[in-house]
């Protein structure tokens, strides 16, 4: 692939190593060991390109306990067509391919993090494919199967995600979203699936292990369920 298909490579191998997350060992990313380093680099090397925080670098529980759990239970995606909702590192996209996805696409608005899924997927030697556009401005999709790993950090981001979720479950796909406890997770529209102990760090999280449940989303039209095969 050409070089310019990747501009930010270098500063992406510049400020990771390529490890296991705790939760997924069969998977290697490009993970930050240390958080003030590409922290102080994302600062100061790629302020003056307007992009965001570097939240791609960090498995975060809900996307490692999303994979873990796909990785357990491979007939979930097992001949599906997935999409990785704002997947950051694309750790469950990657899971989902793993695990025999007929194909995989990976959602993020994050030019930097669309980079890192691509180097990611290269790395477990997985073919997953990259949208960087709004994904929630998506009349109807495609996909069987639709993960999403922590994305009810903020308000505004539930706001326009969960009801776009809502309507790809109600449309007949199953919606798998994972949360680690965070405060504007919906209270309603949730099914519990699963739970899963994911150790984490001090450095990006307020405890070393985070409780992670993994909810389908009810779309309101019967169980929507997918059954092992």
Known sequence: MAADAYPHRDFIQANT????????????????????????ASETE??????????????????????RHILDSPWIVRGRRVLDFA???????????????????ASDLDLVAAEAIELNAEANGVAISVRRDDVTEVISGNWE???????????AMTERCF???QRLAAEGAMVLLADPGRA?????????LAEYAIATSREIEDRDVRETVIYRVDGGR????ISPG
């Open 163 to 165: 009801p776009w979720l």
């Open 184 to 192: 504007y997770l919906p209270s309603s529209g949730l099914i519990r």
């Open 17 to 40: 190593e390529l490890v296991a997350p705790p939760g997924c060992p069969e998977i290697r990313l490009h993970l930050a060991t240390a958080i003030t380093p590409i922290w102080l």
């Open 46 to 67: 790629m302020h003056l390109q307007n992009l965001p925080p570097p939240y791609w670098a960090f498995a975060w529980a809900g996307g490692q306990g999303l994979a």
């Open 87 to 105: 997947a950051g590192s694309g750790i469950a996209g990657i899971a989902a391919a793993l695990a025999g996805a007929a194909s995989v696409e």
């Open 145 to 155: 199967v639709v993960l999403a790993g922590d994305v009810c950090y903020e308000a």
């Open 222 to 225: 019967g169980d929507g369920s």
